[in-house]
């Protein structure tokens, strides 16, 4: 007798690329952690190298498909994923995927929708229909692990909500601020309804054993197209990730 499938733990190899800013940082009005932003030319170039080598984005979906109904992928699956949500997504970001044929994952911050440098509720619904994944970032950037019960739920469910409201259907997909989580903190992105979570965690396999701690690949400003290619493939060459914990 096979074992059930609910039993079984399924293990998918899909390294996930996280980015932040992809934006001009000489322009930029508030700095931000300059490890954190790309520069436009270089996030091209990353792209660009990703697609020649073969590598073929694959969506949430595909991925949670793959995770739990052993769905194939294609043979080199890569997800480029980009957290709170700045214009850059659509300004800098959207044209690149598009021209090439790509696609991303953007976890949104779902309270900053009316502050300048963020994404519009329009542009959040501009990227879903580009093809894009939109994923929850809480509302506020919370560092949800250190927060009282009640904020963590408004924090959690709150973004769960906001994106309901805003795309007209529900969002099974997280992302950790500055990639902390306890169980606690896990527990709740459950209740919530999210089925896939990332972490900044560094690793490029996604298990059945623990789908709201995936792993990703931290992709900084100092990275270069050959240095993504190495990490997607696994190899170690190029500099490594950062350590830190930016998310
Ligand atoms: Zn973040």
Partial sequence: ?????????????????????????????????????????????????????????????????????????????????VDDGYVDDVTEILPVLRRLGMTATFYVITGRTHEQGFLSSDQIRQLEAAGMDVGAHTRTHADLPVLPAARRRSEIDGSASDLRQILGHPVYWFAYPYGAFDPAVVAAVRRAGFLLA???????????????EIPRIHVGRSATAATVLGLVAGSGSGPQPSAGSAG
């Fill in 1 to 81: 007798m096979s074992v059930p499938q609910r039993f079984a733990t399924h293990a998918v190899r899909v390294p996930i690329l996280t980015y932040h800013r992809v934006h001009a940082y000489a322009t930029e009005l508030k700095k931000s952690t300059p490890d954190l932003t790309v520069e436009p030319g270089t996030f091209q170039a990353e792209m660009e190298a990703l697609h020649r080598a073969g590598y073929r984005t694959v969506t949430q979906r595909q991925l949670f498909d793959a995770m739990y109904g052993g769905a194939a992928l294609p043979p080199k699956p890569v997800i480029v994923s």
């Fill in 198 to 212: 990332v972490t900044t965690k560094a690793g490029t396999t996604a298990s059945t054993s623990a789908p709201l």
